[in-house]
């Protein structure tokens, strides 16, 4: 699966709060060279770009996520 945020910096800080809350597991920043972070089985690249196994759950709500980043509605988590 791939799931393009097209995000960087604190927004992409966002997201991956979001997804380790929606998986309810710890995210690790992986540093230099890729600057990726890791929430379980998914990663998320410097460019906001999400990869992993599919899951048709995470999908949909990465839909809602991806929604309010494009219309700007404020912050992604509560």
Known sequence: MEFKFNVTGAR???IVMAISEILNTTPEYKGAPTFAYEVGCYRIDRAGML???D???LIEELSGLHDKLVSGTGALIS
């Open 12 to 14: 992409r800080k966002e």
């Open 51 to 53: 990869t992993g196994v």
């Open 55 to 57: 899951s048709w759950e």
